[in-house]
Every structure is written in C-alpha cells, then in structure tokens.
C-alpha cells in the first residue's frame, strides 16, 4: 500500500512513522515534509503545497495512492475531501461542512448548543462594545476566542476585564488573527482539568484513541500565551474508564448522531478539547477535525494496532469491525521551540545532537534540510517522545533526551507532565 500524508508538522511525522510500520505499506509520501520525514526510512516527502489540492490529486492518481491521509486544518476547511471524492480517491478527512466544527467557534458553539451537548455559556460579536459588555455579564475569569482557525494561539483567558477588553480589540479592530479574528466568541470559564479525546469515525460508528493532556501555555505552571502545544503525555489520568464512557455517550456519540441529523457525514479524527470537572462530568471547550499536536506522538508512541488499516476502514466505513489496542506504557513528548515562540523567532540555525539521542523518539515539526544540514525553519521545532512504565518514567528519559539537542535559541517547558506525575507520587 502506498499512503500521501498531507502536511509539513510533528502530527503528520507521527503518523507517518506509525504508517510507515505497517507491513502493508511500501511508502509513505509526506507533502511537503520536514526535515525528519526526509531521512526517515520507509518516508519521502513531495514538493506539494498542502492546499494545493489539484497537484496532490494528480500525484496520487501518478503513484497509485490508495490513502491519503490529511494532517493540518487548513485543507479540511477548504474542502479537500470533496476534491478527492470528484477524483474517486481515497481520502481520510471530514467534509468542508463537517470541517466548520473546527474553521468556525460561532458554528461549533451553536452546534453545541443545539444538540445539548455541554459547553460553556457564551455569545458570538463582531461588535466590541457588545462582546465587552457580555464579558462583563460573565465574570472573571472570561474566555475571549478568535471564530476562526489561529493556529491554536486566538484563545485569551483574561484574568481582568481590561484583558478581556484588549483582547477583543486586538482580535475585531487590530486583525490580531487576520480573518480568523473577524468574529469573536466570549465564553464563560470552565472549572476543571483538561484532555483531549480524539476518535476516528466513519460517520456513526467511532473508536477512540488512547487519552491524552497537553500543555498550550508556553511557560511553566501553565503560564504566559497560548501556544500551537509545548508538549502532551498518554494517559491522561483524569480520564477514568468511567470519565471516558461519559465521554462518549455524552459528547462523542450525540455530535456525530447531530451531524447526521442535519446531513454531515462525519468521516476522519475528531479531536473533543474536553474540560473535565470535580464529579468527572466533561464539557466541550473545543473541537478540531483532525489529531492533535503534540497529542499524537504520544498516542502513536502508544499504538498497537495497525494505523493504515484503521484508516482504510474508515473511509470505506468499516470501522465497526475494527479494533483499537495501545501499549499499557505511558507515552510523554517534549516540544523544543525556537525563541520568542509564540511570537517572533529566528530560523535557519543548525541542529545538532540527534545520533546521540537515546530511548526516545524525535519527530520533526519546524525542520529543513539546507544542503545537507539540518535547520531550524520553523516556531516548533522537534518533539522528543519517550515511553515508560509510568508518566514519571517517561518524563525522565524524554528530558535526557531532549538535554542532547541542541540549536541556538532552544526553549522548551521543564514541567511537561507534572499534574500526572503528581497524581503517581501522591
């Protein structure tokens, strides 16, 4: 089997290197790749712009494609998927309709809201004065949300009123976001601790993926702006066996059933941003249509089961026969950032230390190959992925993992992990 993985970060290195470990497989393309997904056996990437949907019809119809698997958000919200069905290819990603769970909040949350599915109370302005004086009707603190994609970074929590004011201006009046900050969702702060809850879903039928935790903000203790993620860990302990089943009887199930109802066929990764509460009840802070990153280099760390034929069943929508497996192991994966990320950051610094790396995993992301050279080309660099019998294990060799990089301006979170970790030792 020949499978195109369309996209250029660590998730879509992740599943190619999981891809790539299938004995049906003979190649996997990335297009366009990095750095990582150059070198990798079994991996070659392809100069094909991810939203050039045209071109990467055509090279699937000239290499005999028999998936393609879409990474990054942008393509699914463009409608890639309806360019390939034209085509007769096998494509694993939502429709443009279905896509707007994540290309629009407004959308997400008033989808949300009519299907009774828990989320936090909120409204959508494209006024500021308005989108103020609601946020001044919810209290502190108040979440402030760019309607459409940001990369993961159009998310404000504001601990003050003159926060939230300024984020809104910053997103309706200053194009903070470009489009994305046209429209501004204010919501309510949900109380909890957060997961992500990923599934693959052939329309009715869905399994999900091993839990997983991520850490947005880019400092330690989960401080400072929001961040694309500086790193993840699976399982996510808050998540019980009990907490999943909720999970999906109450969330996943009623949104693809609400899908169905209003003629969306749901076909590919649902990724539900989850806040879990004290009594283990989950509400939805977030949708995306597609894995998360840096989710998914732990979860595929984890993975026992054959990640192309799962896919393949799903776009023929075979799902139902198929089952999950992962590793009783935990999986945590660290992000090596360039400094400034989020912000401003330099590219084009050599990468060394990689053949030194031990009992880990590293998955490019923002990585290119100059004349041989390795670089930095990007705000997320690697993410370094270890497993252990405990998230405290894995933590540990993932951090000496990460102590044998180096490139000028590394930054990374020194914590990754820590709500689990404290959970193993208490």
């Known amino acids: 089997m020949k499978i195109l993985v369309v996209g250029s970060g660590g998730r879509e290195h992740a599943l190619a290197w999981k891809f790539a470990q299938s004995e049906a497989v003979s190649v996997v393309y990335v297009?366009?790749?990095?750095?990582?997904?150059?070198?990798?056996?079994?991996?070659?990437?392809?100069?094909?712009?991810?939203?050039?949907?045209?071109?990467?019809?055509?090279?699937?119809?000239?290499?005999?494609?028999?998936?393609?698997?879409?990474?990054?958000?942008?393509?699914?919200?463009?409608?890639?998927?309806?360019?390939?069905?034209?085509?007769?290819?096998?494509?694993?990603?939502?429709?443009?309709?279905?896509?707007q769970l994540e290309g629009s909040k407004t959308f997400s949350k008033a989808f949300l809201t009519r299907h009774n599915i828990p989320t936090a109370a909120y409204q959508s302005f494209t006024d500021p004065s308005a989108a103020k004086t609601f946020a001044q009707a919810l209290g502190l603190p108040v979440v402030i949300k760019a309607d459409g994609l940001a990369a993961g970074k159009g998310v404000v929590v504001a601990q003050s009123f003159e926060v939230a004011a300024a984020a809104i201006d910053d997103m309706l009046l200053g194009n903070a976001?470009?489009?994305?900050?046209?429209?501004?969702?204010?919501?309510?702060?949900?109380?909890?601790?957060?997961?992500?809850?990923?599934?693959?879903a052939d329309g009715a039928d869905f399994?999900?993926?091993?839990?997983?935790?991520d850490?947005?903000?880019?400092?330690?203790?989960?401080q400072g702006p929001n961040t694309g993620g500086m790193g993840a860990y699976s399982p996510a302990?808050?998540?019980?066996?009990?907490?999943?089943?909720?999970?999906?009887?109450?969330?996943?199930?009623?949104?693809?059933?609400?899908?169905?109802?209003?003629?969306?066929?749901?076909?590919?990764?649902?990724?539900?941003?989850?806040m879990i509460d004290a009594s283990g009840a989950p509400s939805v802070i977030e949708f995306n249509c597609?894995?998360?990153?840096?989710?998914?280099?732990?979860?595929?760390?984890?993975?026992?089961?054959?990640?192309?034929?799962?896919?393949?069943?799903?776009?023929?929508?075979?799902?139902?026969?198929?089952?999950?497996?992962?590793?009783?192991?935990?999986?945590?994966?660290?992000?090596?950032?360039?400094?400034?990320?989020?912000?401003d950051y330099d590219v084009?610094?050599?990468?060394?230390?990689?053949?030194?790396?031990?009992?880990?995993?590293?998955?490019?992301?923002?990585?290119?190959?100059?004349?041989?050279?390795?670089?930095?080309?990007?705000?997320?660099?690697?993410?370094?992925?270890?497993?252990g019998d405990s998230v405290q294990q894995a933590q540990q060799l993932a951090y000496q993992a990460v102590q044998a990089i180096q490139?000028?301006?590394?930054?990374?979170?020194?914590?990754?992990g820590y709500r689990a970790i404290e959970r193993e030792v208490s």
């Open 31 to 99: 297009a366009p790749g990095n750095g990582g997904t150059a070198t990798a056996a079994k991996l070659e990437n392809v100069a094909i712009d991810p939203m050039d949907f045209d071109a990467l019809c055509a090279f699937a119809k000239t290499q005999q494609i028999e998936l393609t698997v879409v990474g990054p958000e942008g393509p699914l919200v463009a409608g890639i998927q309806a360019v390939f069905a034209r085509d007769g290819l096998a494509c694993l990603a939502p429709s443009a309709d279905a896509a």
């Open 177 to 200: 976001f470009g489009d994305a900050g046209a429209r501004v969702v204010v919501e309510a702060f949900l109380v909890g601790e957060e997961a992500s809850f990923i599934v693959l």
């Open 207 to 213: 399994h999900a993926f091993a839990t997983s935790q």
């Open 215 to 222: 850490h947005k903000a880019i400092f330690n203790g989960d």
């Open 237 to 274: 302990p808050v998540v019980t066996d009990a907490v999943s089943e909720r999970i999906c009887e109450q969330i996943i199930a009623p949104t693809l059933r609400g899908l169905l109802s209003e003629g969306i066929h749901y076909t590919g990764f649902l990724y539900a941003g989850l």
């Open 290 to 343: 597609r894995f998360g990153d840096p989710e998914t280099q732990p979860i595929m760390m984890r993975l026992e089961s054959d990640l192309a034929e799962l896919c393949l069943a799903a776009v023929e929508h075979r799902l139902a026969a198929q089952t999950l497996s992962f590793s009783p192991k935990a999986a945590l994966a660290v992000v090596l950032a360039s400094a400034g990320y989020p912000g």
């Open 348 to 387: 084009g610094f050599p990468i060394v230390g990689l053949s030194d790396v031990q009992d880990a995993v590293v998955f490019h992301a923002g990585t290119a190959l100059q004349d041989g050279v390795l670089t930095t080309s990007g705000g997320r660099v690697l993410t370094v992925a270890a497993t």
């Open 407 to 416: 490139f000028e301006g590394r930054y990374h979170r020194e914590d990754i």
